[in-house]
């Protein structure tokens, strides 16, 4: 039986559904990002008792163990220095490169995270995003105010389901927490604030199947699930089902929630791709078991035949 990881806490929603839908396919345990750590042995013939040569990673009290799994699946990036996040995905990478099917990839997972690099990406691929300036400097940020006009969000570079975006009337109003900023050495994420009906999109590509949901704030300008939206089955159009496969494809990931928005006008834009999407408020929407298509996701991914396009 093949052995999967899941990065994720024991006691949550996910990880339980994931043990629900198993049926015996795989042999799953839990585990958190925070427990990796590495050896690097370039001659075994001089520590014979020590790692692996090509780098091992395992867990808690086993240094001298590869992590028992044949496939990892990511469901949470847990908050962490730089240097803490930075060294999980080298871990992640170099556990790939022992033949380990990680889902999604450390790569895809490191794009997915920064808002900004998964822009530039999905900006390369000639999908629609908002006007965005990130910057280091409130000098820096003042220049492009002037080209964002009107209202602005400022959001952290890393984040998700709408934690910590703020939105701003003016350069003023903003001004003394980006001046708290600038001296933390914090990234001063910008983005021209599309004015939306109060609604948006967030469809969940797995492989090459596509699920839709449609999340209303109701009230809030944020259309987060999290936050309280309201949430409802959604037929994503043909345009929408190709623009989310490319966002997709654009951060490497086999596994997204791609979000989009329309303006007032009809404008269309992809504001970001989760590579760690959650799928609780679609699967109680909907009588779809996105769970147990994840784990045959993960099996295409184990047998090399993955259909994701």
């Not at 899941?6 to 585990?31: K, T």
């Not at 992590?67 to 990036?77: S, V």
């Not at 900004?116 to 629609?128: F, T």
């Not at 966002?247 to 979000?259: C, E, M, N, S, Y």
Request: with cysteine.
């Amino acid at each position: 039986m093949a052995r999967l990881l899941v990065f994720a806490d024991e006691s949550s929603w996910h990880y339980r559904d994931l043990l629900r839908a198993n049926r015996a396919r795989f042999s799953i345990a839990a585990a958190h990002l925070g427990q990796l750590y590495g050896a690097i042995q370039p001659d075994p013939s001089l520590h014979p008792r020590s790692a692996d040569p090509i780098g091992m990673i395992a867990i808690g009290g086993q240094p001298r163990q590869r992590l028992p799994a044949d496939a990892a699946l990511i469901r949470t990036l847990p908050v962490g220095s730089l240097q803490q996040v930075v060294l999980r995905m080298d871990l992640l990478s170099a556990w790939e490169q022992t033949g380990v099917a990680v889902i999604n990839s450390a790569k895809s997972m490191e794009c997915a995270v920064d808002k900004y690099l998964s822009l530039v990406r999905l900006a390369a691929s000639k999908l629609p995003v908002p006007l965005t300036y990130v910057c280091q400097t409130i000098k820096q940020a003042a220049q492009a105010w002037d080209y964002l006009s009107g209202e602005v969000v400022l959001k952290p570079l890393f984040g998700s389901e709408g934690r910590g975006l703020l939105r701003f009337q003016s350069l003023a109003e903003a001004t003394p927490l980006l001046t708290t900023m600038e001296l933390n050495q914090q990234a001063i994420y910008l983005q021209q604030y599309i004015d939306h009906p109060g609604w948006d999109i967030r469809i969940l590509v797995i492989g090459d199947q596509i699920f839709g949901m449609h999340r209303s704030g109701q009230g809030d300008w944020r259309n987060n699930a999290s936050l309280g939206a309201t949430i409802r089955a959604y037929e994503p159009t043909a345009n929408e089902v190709e623009i989310a496969r490319k966002a997709a494809r654009a951060v490497g990931a086999v596994i997204a929630g791609v979000d989009l928005i329309y303006s007032r006008s009809g404008q269309q834009y992809v504001l970001e791709v989760n590579g760690a999407p959650g799928w609780r408020f679609l699967s109680q929407t909907t009588s779809v078991d996105i769970a147990d298509i994840i784990l045959t996701e993960v099996q295409n991914q184990l047998a090399g035949r993955s259909r994701f396009v």
